[in-house]
């Protein structure tokens, strides 16, 4: 059996989906294939209900910060409410009907399967065999990666999916990994009771981000009582039936009712029939050029192309994909300026080059930090104001090419920062500027006049 489409889309997560609708919405005939949830990891299992958890947490936390500032505030934490609310507001208790249909009332058809790639323009669902008149565009997104712990396999550890997925905050938690989603999910648990330890085998915490950031998350992971440890890999890993524990490299155990394993996300490319368009199966993602083109015929976006996986990534792919396709082309892809937040509280966002990245580059580096609790609005802020900024520049261009914003709304703050280093603004410019007052991004003022 064989059909035929304009454009076929293997993997219907954000990218994916915004690259189907899309062309479908242009009027093209577009045959959308997903085995699991239109949408992908985002809305179900990722950025949405896990901020969910995030705001319920910071809730308790602002509770807390009542005494000796307004009053007096007492707070019993409940899972529940925030158990009902990702079910109810976030995921339609894991039911795509709503992405599903918005994509089919575009004129889309959306195929119920795993896609394999037969050919640049043909793809396998099943015995059948779907053939792209223009286009066939990958988003096949990411799975968590599983570490080769001896153990662990057959346990009944959690990935990001299942922490969303609890009914109940556990007595204790084992977070193995201290990257973004370890330490938002960390924090997350322990302000609603949970007894957390999170083990990183790198020497700091998010250590992707600058080591003033790291520090900050370590303190703010500390103060809610979360029990962290750095530098310490997993040797292996027990379950008994009621509890895990985890055995490290420096022969000290520690027990926990539940495990989250969160140490990155992985693409398997052997599944999805890559050899046919000549793509190593084993290569980590897609090569992509900077139109997001794999090879004559065939397009990827999102965590596939080992670009960031971030929404935001992934939906600033799609237009440059659709924009191709329908023989529209605009600039090519831009990574130079990717903004990052971790959603712990504090904040920590991140923009473009970290201090040693731009280093290891060869530029001229001049750097500025301001600490958040110095500045006007974090002396205002007082409880739960710690945190800075910091910002890397290029000294013979003059611009910015790196910042960090750590702090109270620091992924807000982020965004006048997100474009400083996109639009190369000059730094005498930044230093002329009106910043308003008593604000928080108004510290990046006295960033910039710290800048060496």
Not at 245 to 251: A, F, Y
Not at 386 to 403: F, N, P, S, W
Request: with cysteine; net charge negative.
């Amino acid at each position: 059996m064989s059909e035929r489409a304009d454009v076929i889309v293997v993997g219907m997560g954000v990218g994916g989906e915004a690259v189907a609708g899309s062309l479908a919405e242009a009027g093209l005939d577009v045959i959308g294939i997903e085995d699991r949830l239109v949408g992908g990891e985002c809305p179900y299992w990722g950025c949405i209900p896990s901020k969910m958890i995030v705001r319920a947490a910071d809730l308790l936390a602002e509770a807390a910060r009542v005494d000796g500032m307004a009053g007096q505030a007492q707070v019993w934490p409940d899972w529940k409410p925030v158990a009902a609310r990702i079910r109810d507001e976030a995921t339609t208790n894991w039911d795509d009907r709503i992405a599903a249909d918005r994509f089919t009332g575009k004129g889309g058809r959306l195929v119920r399967g795993r896609g394999r790639l037969i050919a640049p323009d043909r793809v396998d669902v099943d015995g059948t065999t779907y053939e792209a008149g223009r286009a066939v565009v990958v988003g096949t997104g990411t799975s968590p990666a599983i570490p080769p712990i001896d153990g662990l396999a057959g346990t009944p550890y959690w990935t990001n999916r299942e922490a969303l997925e609890a009914t109940e905050a556990p007595e204790s938690l084992i977070v193995l990994g201290g990257g973004a989603v370890g330490l938002e999910l960390a924090q997350g648990f322990a302000r609603f009771g949970t007894k957390v330890v999170v083990v990183e085998a790198q020497d700091r915490l998010i250590a992707i981000e600058e080591p003033e950031a790291s520090d900050v998350a370590r303190r703010a992971l500390q103060a809610d009582g979360i029990d962290v440890r750095v530098g310490r890999r997993a040797q292996a890993v027990r379950h008994d039936g009621s509890a895990f524990t985890l055995r490290l490299d420096d022969e000290i155990e520690v027990s926990a009712q539940a495990l989250l394993v969160s140490v990155g996300r992985t693409s398997n490319l052997s599944n999805l029939g890559v050899d046919a368009i000549g793509v190593d199966p084993s290569a980590r993602s897609l090569p992509v050029d900077d139109r997001l083109r794999v090879v004559d015929g065939v397009w990827a976006v999102g965590d596939v192309t080992g670009h960031g996986a971030f929404t935001h990534v992934a939906t600033y792919q799609a237009d440059i994909v659709v924009r191709e396709i329908l023989g529209r082309p605009g600039p090519p892809a831009d990574y130079r300026a990717v903004p990052r937040v971790t959603f712990t509280d504090p904040e920590v966002g991140a923009v473009g080059m970290t201090e040693a990245q731009a280093r290891e580059a060869g530029l001229a580096v001049r750097v500025g930090v301001a600490e958040v609790p110095s500045t006007t609005r974090g002396w205002i802020h007082k409880a739960g104001n710690d945190g800075m900024i910091k910002l890397v520049a290029d000294a013979e261009r003059g611009v910015l090419v790196g910042a960090t914003s750590a702090g109270p709304t620091g992924g807000e703050v982020l965004g006048a920062l997100a474009v400083a280093v996109h639009g190369q603004v000059p730094v005498e410019a930044l230093q002329h500027m009106i910043y308003a007052y008593p604000t928080f991004h108004r510290g990046i003022l006295d960033a910039v006049k710290a800048l060496s």
